[in-house]
Nanobody
Framework: QVQLVESGGGLVQPGGRLQLSCVVSGDVSSVKRIGWFRWYRQIPGREREWVARQTQMGTTNIAESVKDRFIFWRDITKNTVTLQMNNLKPEDTGVYYC????????????WGQGTQVTVSS
């Protein structure tokens, strides 16, 4: 089993920044098998979408819609994944979720509880 706990959401004005953190914990064998670490967001009226992801080996992708503003990194020593969001826009408002996937024939996905990000003046 893997547990994910997000923090760092809140209210910010347009142009501001927030840093979301996700602590990854669980039994050692499961955590070692995680192939993907991702951040998703759920914007009202839209399907959940990924915004940033990184493989176990460190290959990182950022969604085109946020590529110039969001940064993703993982701290292996602290078992955390972080999403730095800069120059936030009102359309970034939504619930952000941390995700970890154990890849394979039958992938297993774990989700955090989500953290609300609101961009408003």
């Amino acid at each position: 089993q893997v547990q994910l706990v997000e923090s760092g959401g809140g209210l910010v004005q347009p142009g501001g920044r927030l840093q979301l953190s996700c602590v990854v914990s669980g039994d050692v064998s499961s955590v070692k098998r995680i192939g993907w670490f991702r951040w998703y967001r759920q914007i009202p009226g839209r399907e959940r979408e990924w915004v940033a992801r990184q493989t176990q080996m460190g290959t990182t992708n950022i969604a085109e819609s946020v590529k110039d503003r969001f940064i993703f990194w993982r701290d292996i020593t602290k078992n955390t994944v972080t999403l730095q969001m800069n120059n936030l826009k009102p359309e970034d408002t939504g619930v952000y979720y941390c995700n970890a996937e154990i890849s394979g024939l039958n992938p297993i996905n774990y989700w955090g509880q989500g953290t609300q990000v609101t961009v408003s003046s």
